[in-house]
């Protein structure tokens, strides 16, 4: 979903742009304030897994794919200020060297897929779990749902940034972009629930950490 | 040394970047819609190139320029994160 340059107008890119800088601003103060030793290396991990996972596009219906987005699993395990700050690290890193996700478009990717889908993702997780327990179960499907989310609620936003931008009328954009992306937010959920489900296997403890 | 949980981490994310050569091609979710809406065209070449679209230039084989540019971000995230929450943690007295 990584916006190119010369899709949106300079007023969307540019209120998009003042947004996320606020928000980056503040997740990074938020930070400063509660990161601790053991969010360290769990920041460094998270940054280099949602790289990496980013890259590997699954097929979601003929001749469309969609890949990991990672912010609700960061948010989920890290905070929101901490996961939207990797989302951040990650999609800036992805439009500098990769040329994926426009420069210009960098504020409005940000405000997607960083700071609404950290966010989106976090609460509807926690939502969940406190409906059914800080179990398994319920870290499993908070975990699917927050992330389903998470992409649903970027795709939203990345139409109305479209048709802010006079690319393509809302009532093309929104549901064109809400349907192939709720496709691709169940890859995204399923995801999200395998690797909750082997950190809990595995280091059950890092889900306890001090949520940033 | 002993392998700590964190290295476990990055070597998993590193085995990642090695089959993302597996990764579809097909278009994402938002190119498919540009391509259907028909503004596809309106996306414009970025103005400079470092390691376009994973594939690291100079590579004859395309599969191990794209292994080559995923072990290249993977590193490149997991040291800036890392290095970010190092400089932002609380100060331990």
């Given at each position: 979903m990584h916006i190119p340059d010369g899709f949106l107008n300079t007023a969307t890119a540019a209120a998009t742009y003042v947004v996320s800088a606020g928000g980056v601003g503040y997740?990074?103060?938020?930070?400063?304030k509660k990161l601790g030793e053991k969010h360290v290396p769990l920041m460094g991990v998270m940054g280099a897994f949602i790289f990496a996972a980013q890259m590997l596009n699954f097929p979601v219906m003929g001749g469309t794919s969609g890949h990991l987005i990672g912010g609700a699993l960061a948010a989920i395990l890290l905070g929101p200020w901490a996961g939207a700050l990797i989302m951040t690290c990650v999609l800036i890193v992805q439009a500098l060297v990769f040329q994926d996700g426009g420069i210009t478009a960098l504020g409005a990717n940000v405000f997607n897929m960083a700071?609404?889908?950290?966010f989106a993702g976090y609460y509807l997780y926690r939502a969940v779990v406190s409906l059914m327990g800080e179990n398994r179960t319920g870290t499993l499907v908070g975990g699917f749902v927050g992330a389903w989310a998470s992409v649903f609620v970027a795709a939203i936003a990345c139409a109305i940034e479209l048709a802010l931008s006079g690319r393509v009328p809302l009532g093309v954009a929104l549901p064109a972009m809400a349907g192939v992306h709720a496709l691709i937010g169940i890859g995204e959920g399923l995801i999200t629930a395998v690797v909750l489900s082997f950190v809990m296997a595995t280091r059950a403890d890092l889900l306890q950490l001090q949520k940033v | 040394m002993k392998l700590k949980w964190w290295h476990v981490g990055l070597l998993i994310a590193l085995g990642?970047?090695?089959i993302s050569p597996l990764?579809?091609?097909?278009?994402?979710?938002?190119?498919?819609?540009?391509?259907d809406k028909g503004f596809i065209e309106d996306a414009q070449d970025p103005s400079f190139e470092i390691i376009p679209d994973y594939v690291f230039p100079g590579v004859g084989s395309e599969a191990l320029a794209t292994i080559l540019a995923g072990i290249v971000g993977t590193l490149l995230l997991f040291g800036l994160s890392y290095g970010l929450a190092a400089l932002l943690k609380r100060r331990e007295a």
């Open positions: 997740s990074i103060k938020e930070a400063n700071l609404l889908a950290c | 990642l970047a090695l990764a579809s091609s097909w278009p994402d979710g938002l190119e498919r819609v540009a391509e």
